[in-house]
C-alpha cells in the first residue's frame, strides 16, 4: 500500500520551485511507493505535475511533512546546491536515499499552454520575435538583492535592436520602470509567468524566483537545451549553493572581507521599517554604497558593473547559442510599442519608494 505524504511549505516560489524537484526525485527513486499531494504557496507551480495525487488530511494514513532545507546552514563551506536541501530532509525524515535526478527544478506545462500565444505576441503588444526576461528590482524586505537601475538601462540601451527585454516582477514590489522595454510589471500571475518563461530566449535577474524558473522550465524545440540566464548575484550567497551550471553567475566571494568564506547571507541594505529583526543595525549589509538618496545597494553588488552583465549576455551571442534579431544583415529595430507606450511613467527609486509605504506583502517575486 502506497504511503500517503502531504507536504507542506509556505515559502517564497522560488523555495517552492526547489521542492518540486525533491518530489519527482522521491517519485523517481522509489516508484510506486508514495501518493504526494502539496500545501504551499505559489499553487500553480504544480499544475500538470504528473506526482501530485489529491489528498485530504482526513484521509486514512495521510502524513502531513512540513518541508524544510536545513542544508542551508552549511551552504558556505559545503559542497551542496539548494536543489539538494528539501531533498536531504526527505531523506531523514523518511530513512531512505534519494539521488538528485536532474539539476532543475521539476515544472510541467500541457500541450495546450505551449501552443498558446504568450502575452508579449497578444494585442496591442503584437511582438513575435526572440526576447529576454528582465528583472530589475525584487521584493521590499530584501533590499540586499537589489542593483542600480540605472545600470539595468544601459543593459538594455546597449542591446537595442538586437535584443528584445521584457520587464516583469510584482506590481508591489520595488521595479523601477526601464525604458525601449515591454512592460508586464504586475501583468503576470505564477502560471504566466511560467508560460512566459518557456518563450524567453533568456532571463537577466539577481538571485531570485526567475533564475530557478530559467532552469525549472523546459526550452522550446530549436534552442539550445538549457535557457540562457545572466545572474547579478554578488556576495550574498555562496555561489555553489544557487548557481546553475549554464548560467552565467556574476558574484564577488571571496573579493570583500564580508563574503570571504561564502555568503553573507544579509537580506538588507537599509531599514526597511517594518519592525523585523532584520531592520537592527548588526543584521544590515556591512558595506553599503549609496547609489542615490534613499537609494544603497551592497557593495558586493556595486562591484558588478553594466559592462561586465553585458559581456555576460554577449557570451550566448558569441559562442552561437542565440541569434540577434536581425533582418538582411542589419539589427531590427522592435516594431512594436513605443518606450513610452512600454513602459508607461518612468518611476525614480525614490518615488516607488515613497509611494510603496514601506514593505510589501510577500508576493510572486
Same mark, same amino acid.
Given at each position: ?93 523518511? $530513512?531512505?536515499?534519494?539521488?538528485? #535526478?536532474?539539476?532543475?527544478?521539476? &515544472? *510541467?506545462?500541457? %500541450? ?6 504568450? %502575452? ?37 540601451? *546597449?542591446?537595442?535592436?538586437? &535584443? %528584445? ?9 520595488? *521595479? ?5 522595454? &515591454? ?45 540562457? +540566464? ?28 564580508? +563574503? ?24 544590515? +549589509? ?20 553594466? $559592462? ?32 513610452? %507606450?512600454? #513602459? ?22
Amino acid at each position: 500500500m502506497p504511503r500517503k505524504l502531504i507536504l507542506t511549505c509556505n515559502l517564497s516560489p522560488g523555495d517552492v520551485v526547489m521542492m518540486t524537484a525533491a518530489v519527482r526525485d522521491l517519485h523517481l527513486a522509489y516508484p510506486g511507493m508514495f501518493l504526494t499531494d502539496v500545501r504551499t504557496s505559489a499553487v500553480q507551480l504544480w499544475e500538470n505535475n504528473p506526482y501530485i495525487t489529491s489528498l485530504s488530511e482526513e484521509d486514512p494514513g495521510v502524513e502531513v511533512l512540513p518541508m524544510r532545507y536545513d542544508l542551508i546552514h552549511k551552504s558556505n563551506e559545503g559542497a551542496h546546491h539548494f536543489i539538494h536541501g528539501y531533498v536531504r530532509h526527505l531523506e531523514e525524515v523518511l $530513512g531512505l536515499r534519494i539521488p538528485v #535526478s536532474k539539476f532543475r527544478g521539476d &515544472i *510541467h506545462l500541457a %500541450q495546450r499552454e505551449k501552443a498558446w500565444l504568450n %502575452q508579449v505576441q497578444e494585442d496591442p503588444i503584437c511582438w513575435n520575435e526572440e526576447f529576454w526576461i528582465v528583472m530589475a528590482g525584487g521584493k521590499y524586505d530584501f533590499t540586499a538583492k537589489w542593483w542600480d537601475p540605472a545600470r539595468y538601462q544601459r543593459v538594455v540601451d *546597449h542591446f537595442a535592436g538586437r &535584443i %528584445q527585454f521584457v520587464q516583469c516582477g510584482e506590481s508591489g514590489h520595488f *521595479h523601477p520602470r526601464l525604458h525601449g522595454v &515591454i512592460d508586464l510589471v504586475g501583468k503576470t500571475d505564477i502560471r504566466q509567468f511560467v508560460r512566459l518563461m518557456y518563450h524567453a530566449s533568456g532571463v537577466l535577474c539577481p538571485v531570485t524566483f526567475a533564475m530557478h524558473l530559467a532552469a525549472a522550465v523546459e526550452v522550446k524545440p530549436g534552442r539550445p537545451k538549457n535557457r540562457a +540566464c545572466v545572474v547579478i548575484a554578488g556576495g550574498r550567497e555562496p555561489s555553489q549553493w544557487e548557481k546553475y551550471g549554464h548560467h552565467r553567475f556574476l558574484e564577488t566571494n571571496g573579493a570583500l572581507t564580508c +563574503c570571504d568564506n561564502g555568503g553573507c547571507w544579509k537580506s538588507r541594505c537599509q531599514p526597511v521599517g517594518d519592525g523585523d529583526k532584520m531592520d537592527r543595525p548588526e543584521n544590515l +549589509c556591512l558595506q553599503p554604497v549609496a547609489i542615490r538618496p534613499n537609494l544603497a545597494i551592497p557593495r558586493c553588488m556595486d562591484m558588478v558593473t553594466a $559592462g561586465d552583465v553585458i559581456r555576460a549576455i554577449e557570451v550566448y551571442y558569441e559562442g552561437g547559442a542565440l541569434s540577434y534579431l536581425m533582418r538582411g544583415g542589419t539589427p531590427r529595430t522592435p516594431e512594436i510599442l513605443s518606450a513610452r %507606450q512600454q #513602459s508607461g511613467p518612468t518611476d525614480s527609486p525614490e518615488a516607488v519608494m515613497q509611494r510603496a509605504g514601506g514593505v510589501e506583502a510577500p508576493g510572486q517575486f
